[in-house]
């Protein structure tokens, strides 16, 4: 045995006991006084309840006494310890250490010191338990007699394993975390740190322990982190971001989090976690940079699209404006002409011009598709009425090629619906006019009907079926590509770009809905598409039929239009101006035509007319700038909702909207048709007027 320390000097109850020997006194001989008058029997009492165990020994090793806890402890009965000695059940104390000479009891000089030791005793089983031994030595009758007591330290240390091993799994945890984790108290010193303080700071752990703040942050840091110290030990948790520099003097972007440690209400101290996100920061930098170049290119791309827009613009209206006079001069010169020849030849101008529109129309759309500048409206509008009047532009191109045209249309005649009228009507056109150029002999049918759908909802379906070539089955796809068709002989045979189905599709896809073909080389192909558009209501946007009272609103007409209506022309083309003219005389209306918009207005203010046909790109006065100014109260008519309607070879959407802005009631594109002329002056023009317009009754 190794004695571990000593106490303070002192008898103890031990020493009131005067010669008893439990072991050859017996009990009931043993009562007796002790200070104060308590009999002997009740120390004995105490000794025989204590927990712990209790031995006597002398100075040759044996066991004098022992109490019932000691005996539980070892597993032997309270007799059986008294004749036994030390070494029985202390393995580490040898016989000879008791012998006399021996060095196992303590010198006389220690009688009254308090001594301790731990060692291991053997249970009865031969097992090794860890104890605990607090003793005193002191003398009785002449006798040296050690007083022990032992406690099992059997559950001591397992709960001190077990705390130190959760010491050491919390240390691993905080080690584990990135940045550094330290705990400091309210005197600002460091009680904890785990290893990112050396990753970061460049110091160990246990450099930083009991360290205060101002000698590891230096004078700087402790300003600049002072205030929100303050905050955390009055019990704020605080979040700020720092730029530190580490032990290797890098600059590091660091994110700080304190938090307050508290106990009974009162704040202890801080957890302190600082975490390096200067990856991050180099990354939101790298980021900005990057977003900062994509929105330069974006307005890059977008002033592009802008510059393309206004090329295609000036393109459309360069090469409309010209081809409008083409086009319609040759129009007016083959109505008036009787020789066959010369018919012939007018016809194949006509042609000429007329594929030469549709080729560009095709490229404005396929560039409007790809820019983005394509949008589709939603207006109400007479779907019967629509579809009849698509059918009626082409029904004259089947009859030159004496080819059968059947329309079958099951759609109530009062359906109004919501969607894109003018899209729609192009996709109709593209279709039918591909089935009349494709087919030979035989013949084209239509059909549209309307399915209801749940919810007010209407799906709109048209199938158009020709007898015509036909497309290959590993082709039906493809046809629907830009610059796409079935073969290269096709092209050569029937011309066109191959962009006009793939513009239908685009067009059906943007309007919600779907397109497909069924085909058969050498039978023909039918064209399938559906469109899903809303129950239009009565306060909805409209293109139906309407005209302007002289108030400027709208109403609808229903009567016969009037016998010789006036119409004046404003537009800068000198040959523009003779088609426009020759188009009304044909349409029995008499027209009178102005260069520019100045002197439009000029005689709007002193004549009457029943419609204006208003050229919006002119020299001075423009025609958006010269409706503007007729539409003002200011202007001297009482007739200023008269219907203007533009004269555009523009395409653009934008351009059509602000006409609309500037209050023209309709568009005519360039080259202007005989058709479409007609169409907006039934229109328009008011039906119940009963004579002609007097040219000087503004006078």
Same mark, same amino acid.
């Given at each position: 045995?190794?004695?571990?320390?000593?106490?303070?000097?002192?008898?103890?109850?031990?020493?009131?006991?005067?010669?008893?020997?439990?072991?050859?006194?017996?009990?009931?001989?043993?009562?007796?006084?002790?200070?104060?008058?308590?009999?002997?029997?009740?120390?004995?009492?105490?000794?025989?309840?204590?927990?712990?165990?209790?031995?006597?020994? @002398?100075?040759?090793?044996?066991?004098?006494? !022992? $109490?019932?806890?000691?005996?539980?402890?070892? =597993?032997? +009965?309270? /007799? *059986?310890?008294?004749?036994?000695?030390?070494?029985?059940?202390?393995?580490?104390?040898?016989?000879?250490?008791?012998?006399?000479?021996?060095?196992?009891?303590?010198?006389?000089?220690?009688?009254?010191?308090?001594?301790?030791?731990?060692?291991?005793?053997?249970?009865?089983?031969?097992?090794?338990?860890?104890?605990?031994?607090?003793?005193?030595?002191?003398?009785?009758?002449?006798?040296?007699?050690?007083?022990?007591?032992?406690?099992?330290?059997?559950?001591?240390?397992?709960?001190?394993?077990?705390?130190?091993?959760?010491?050491?799994?919390?240390?691993?945890?905080?080690?584990?975390?990135?940045?550094?984790?330290?705990?400091? @108290?309210?005197?600002?010193?460091?009680?904890? !740190? $785990?290893?990112?303080?050396?990753?970061?700071? =460049?110091? +160990?752990? /246990? *450099?930083?322990?009991?360290?205060?703040?101002?000698?590891?942050?230096?004078?700087?840091?402790?300003?600049?982190?002072?205030?929100?110290?303050?905050?955390?030990?009055?019990?704020?948790?605080?979040?700020?971001?720092?730029?530190?520099?580490?032990?290797?003097?890098?600059?590091?972007?660091?994110?700080?989090?304190?938090?307050?440690?508290?106990?009974?209400?009162?704040?202890?101290?801080?957890?302190?976690?600082?975490?390096?996100?200067?990856?991050?920061?180099?990354?939101?930098?790298?980021?900005?940079?990057?977003?900062?170049?994509?929105?330069?290119?974006?307005?890059?791309?977008?002033?592009?699209?802008?510059?393309?827009?206004?090329?295609?613009?000036?393109?459309?209206?360069?090469?409309?404006?010209?081809?409008?006079?083409?086009?319609?001069?040759? +129009?007016?010169?083959?109505?008036?002409?009787?020789?066959?020849?010369?018919?012939?030849?007018?016809?194949?101008?006509?042609?000429?011009?007329?594929?030469?529109?549709?080729?560009?129309?095709?490229?404005?759309?396929?560039?409007?598709?790809?820019?983005?500048?394509?949008?589709?409206?939603?207006?109400?509008?007479?779907?019967?009425?629509?579809?009849?009047?698509?059918?009626?532009?082409?029904?004259?191109?089947?009859?030159?090629?004496?080819?059968?045209?059947?329309?079958?249309?099951?759609?109530?005649?009062?359906?109004?619906?919501?969607?894109?009228?003018?899209?729609?009507?192009?996709?109709?056109?593209?279709?039918?006019?591909?089935?009349?150029?494709?087919?030979?002999?035989?013949?084209?049918?239509?059909?549209?009907?309307?399915?209801?759908?749940?919810?007010?909802?209407?799906?709109?379906?048209?199938?158009?079926?020709?007898?015509?070539?036909?497309?290959?089955?590993?082709?039906?796809?493809?046809?629907?590509?830009?610059?796409?068709?079935?073969?290269?002989?096709?092209?050569?045979?029937?011309?066109?770009?191959?962009?006009?189905?793939?513009?239908?599709?685009?067009?059906?896809?943007?309007?919600?809905?779907?397109?497909?073909?069924?085909?058969?080389?050498?039978?023909?192909?039918?064209?399938?598409?559906?469109?899903?558009?809303?129950?239009?209501?009565?306060?909805?946007?409209?293109?139906?039929?309407?005209?302007?009272?002289?108030?400027?609103?709208?109403?609808?007409?229903?009567?016969?239009?009037?016998?010789?209506?006036?119409?004046?022309?404003?537009?800068?083309?000198?040959?523009?101006?003779?088609?426009?003219?020759?188009?009304?005389?044909?349409?029995?209306?008499?027209?009178?035509?102005?260069?520019?918009?100045?002197?439009?207005?000029?005689?709007?203010?002193?004549?009457?007319?029943?419609?204006?046909?208003?050229?919006?790109?002119?020299?001075?006065?423009?025609?958006?700038?010269?409706?503007?100014?007729?539409?003002?109260?200011?202007?001297?008519?009482?007739?200023?909702?008269?219907?203007?309607?533009?004269?555009?070879?523009?395409?653009?959407?934008?351009?059509?909207?602000?006409?609309?802005?500037?209050?023209?009631?309709?568009?005519?594109?360039?080259?202007?048709?005989?058709?479409?002329?007609?169409?907006?002056?039934?229109?328009?023009?008011?039906?119940?007027?009963?004579?002609?317009?007097?040219?000087?009754?503004?006078?």
């Amino acid at each position: 045995m190794k004695w571990l320390g000593r106490g303070r000097r002192g008898t103890g109850l031990f020493g009131w006991w005067k010669a008893l020997d439990p072991r050859a006194v017996p009990r009931s001989e043993t009562v007796g006084k002790i200070p104060g008058g308590l009999p002997v029997e009740l120390a004995n009492l105490t000794l025989e309840q204590s927990t712990d165990a209790v031995y006597w020994v @002398d100075s040759r090793g044996r066991i004098l006494y !022992a $109490n019932q806890a000691a005996a539980d402890m070892l =597993g032997y +009965a309270c /007799e *059986e310890l008294w004749r036994m000695k030390v070494p029985d059940i202390d393995p580490s104390s040898s016989p000879e250490f008791w012998e006399p000479g021996g060095s196992g009891f303590p010198d006389r000089t220690l009688r009254g010191m308090k001594l301790r030791l731990e060692t291991h005793h053997r249970t009865r089983d031969g097992r090794l338990i860890p104890v605990e031994i607090v003793g005193r030595m002191t003398e009785i009758d002449g006798r040296d007699i050690m007083i022990s007591i032992a406690r099992d330290l059997t559950d001591r240390r397992r709960a001190a394993r077990e705390l130190e091993d959760g010491a050491a799994f919390l240390r691993s945890l905080a080690d584990a975390v990135p940045g550094s984790l330290g705990y400091w @108290d309210r005197d600002r010193i460091c009680r904890f !740190a $785990n290893r990112g303080y050396e990753r970061i700071f =460049g110091r +160990a752990p /246990e *450099e930083v322990l009991g360290k205060t703040m101002s000698e590891l942050l230096g004078d700087r840091g402790t300003n600049e982190t002072e205030e929100h110290v303050r905050a955390v030990l009055a019990g704020e948790p605080r979040r700020f971001e720092r730029t530190i520099r580490d032990f290797r003097g890098e600059e590091m972007h660091a994110m700080v989090h304190y938090v307050p440690h508290e106990v009974d209400g009162e704040v202890r101290g801080f957890v302190a976690a600082v975490t390096d996100v200067t990856p991050i920061k180099v990354a939101e930098r790298r980021l900005e940079s990057m977003n900062a170049q994509l929105q330069e290119r974006t307005l890059q791309a977008e002033e592009a699209n802008r510059v393309k827009g206004e090329f295609l613009a000036n393109v459309s209206h360069e090469i409309r404006t010209p081809l409008n006079g083409v086009i319609g001069m040759a +129009a007016l010169l083959l109505d008036a002409e009787s020789d066959p020849d010369r018919k012939r030849s007018l016809q194949t101008i006509l042609c000429g011009g007329e594929t030469l529109l549709s080729l560009i129309d095709e490229l404005l759309d396929l560039s409007k598709l790809e820019s983005g500048r394509f949008e589709v409206e939603k207006v109400a509008f007479d779907v019967e009425r629509l579809v009849q009047e698509v059918c009626d532009l082409i029904r004259p191109r089947a009859r030159s090629k004496e080819i059968g045209f059947t329309v079958q249309v099951e759609i109530r005649p009062e359906l109004r619906l919501l969607g894109d009228p003018l899209r729609l009507r192009q996709v109709l056109m593209n279709l039918l006019g591909n089935a009349v150029k494709f087919t030979k002999s035989g013949g084209i049918r239509l059909r549209a009907w309307e399915e209801a759908v749940s919810g007010g909802k209407v799906r709109l379906r048209v199938s158009i079926s020709d007898t015509g070539i036909g497309i290959p089955a590993d082709r039906k796809d493809a046809i629907f590509e830009k610059f796409t068709q079935v073969d290269a002989s096709v092209s050569r045979r029937y011309g066109g770009t191959g962009l006009g189905l793939a513009i239908c599709r685009e067009l059906v896809e943007r309007m919600g809905g779907r397109i497909g073909v069924e085909s058969e080389v050498g039978k023909g192909s039918t064209f399938c598409f559906d469109l899903p558009m809303d129950r239009a209501q009565a306060d909805d946007r409209s293109t139906g039929s309407t005209e302007r009272s002289a108030s400027g609103e709208r109403s609808n007409g229903g009567h016969r239009r009037i016998l010789s209506p006036r119409v004046l022309v404003a537009d800068d083309n000198a040959a523009n101006r003779a088609v426009v003219l020759g188009l009304l005389r044909k349409a029995g209306c008499q027209g009178v035509a102005v260069a520019d918009g100045a002197l439009a207005l000029d005689l709007l203010a002193r004549e009457c007319f029943d419609m204006v046909l208003m050229d919006v790109q002119m020299p001075e006065v423009d025609g958006l700038e010269a409706t503007r100014r007729f539409r003002s109260p200011e202007f001297a008519t009482p007739r200023r909702g008269i219907p203007v309607v533009a004269l555009t070879a523009s395409a653009m959407e934008t351009d059509r909207q602000a006409c609309r802005e500037a209050g023209m009631d309709d568009f005519l594109s360039k080259p202007l048709f005989y058709s479409d002329l007609v169409r907006v002056i039934d229109q328009w023009i008011p039906d119940d007027a009963s004579e002609v317009s007097d040219p000087g009754s503004l006078a």
